[in-house]
T-cell receptor, first 111, second 114 residues
Framework: GQQVMQIPQYQHVQEGEDFTTYCNSS?????IQWYKQRPGGHPVFLIQ?????EVKKQKRLTFQFGEAKKNSSLHITATQTTDVGTYFC???????????FGKGTSLLVTP | EAQVTQNPRYLITVTGKKLTVTCSQN?????MSWYRQDPGLGLRQIYY???????DKGDVPEGYKVSRKEKRNFPLILESPSPNQTSLYFC?????????????FGQGTRLTVV
């Protein structure tokens, strides 16, 4: 079942504000992936984190993997309307390589 | 171009009429999976397959069947659809040899059962 909990479920920000979504697990993860789904689209891979304490950046997006590899976050600096969508974290299941997704955070950005 | 292809994109059907949603990938991935997406519930896994002739239940398998006779294809079968199976369905594949592969998703199938 779903082993990663994601919060918040929804976030509404004004353009230019920052945004953060969090992903938490009760068990140590081997790695975590992040995906973005635009409205009407399908999930698209953004990034993967593997190492404890890892931080990766993609332009205005910053991804972090916790020291204990049980949590992760995605932070967007100065949101733009193009950031609108649902952001999912995903982790391998306990039993093998099946990929389980968090429930996602839907981001709405108003100009 | 690496892709996962689902068909159809949209489908309206009546309760009890068997249907199949096809999924095909061209990346030689061992792992394929079906998800359904409903508002507030995120992506829930229906079935997955680690390789040909190997399938396993996900979180919400009731009312669905799958088969994996060939590596590239992973059809989703609804033997007797019911209105509670109205949803957005996604097929995905990934290279699972290391557990690190990214998932590639199809475009989605929006199913309405009346």
């Amino acid at each position: 079942g779903q082993q990663v909990m994601q919060i918040p479920q929804y976030q509404h920000v004004q353009e230019g504000e920052d945004f953060t979504t969090y992903c938490n697990s009760s068990t140590t993860l081997s790695n975590i992936q992040w995906y973005k789904q635009r409205p009407g689209g399908h999930p698209v891979f953004l990034i993967q984190l593997v190492k404890s304490g890892e931080v990766k950046k993609q332009k205005r997006l910053t991804f972090q993997f916790g020291e204990a590899k049980k949590n992760s976050s995605l932070h967007i600096t100065a949101t733009q309307t193009t950031d609108v969508g649902t952001y999912f974290c995903a982790a391998n299941s306990n039993s093998g390589y099946a990929l389980n997704f968090g429930k996602g955070t839907s981001l709405l950005v108003t100009p | 171009e690496a892709q996962v292809t689902q068909n159809p994109r949209y489908l309206i059907t009546v309760t009890g009429k068997k249907l199949t949603v096809t999924c095909s990938q061209n990346m030689n991935h061992e792992y394929m999976s079906w998800y359904r997406q409903d508002p507030g519930l995120g992506l829930r896994q229906i079935y997955y397959s680690m390789n040909v002739e190997v399938t396993d239940k996900g979180d919400v398998p009731e009312g669905y069947k799958v088969s994996r006779k060939e590596k590239r294809n992973f059809p989703l079968i609804l033997e007797s659809p019911s209105p509670n199976q109205t949803s957005l369905y996604f097929c995905a594949s990934r290279d699972s040899r290391t557990g690190m592969g990214r998932a590639f998703f199809g475009q989605g199938t929006r199913l309405t059962v009346v």
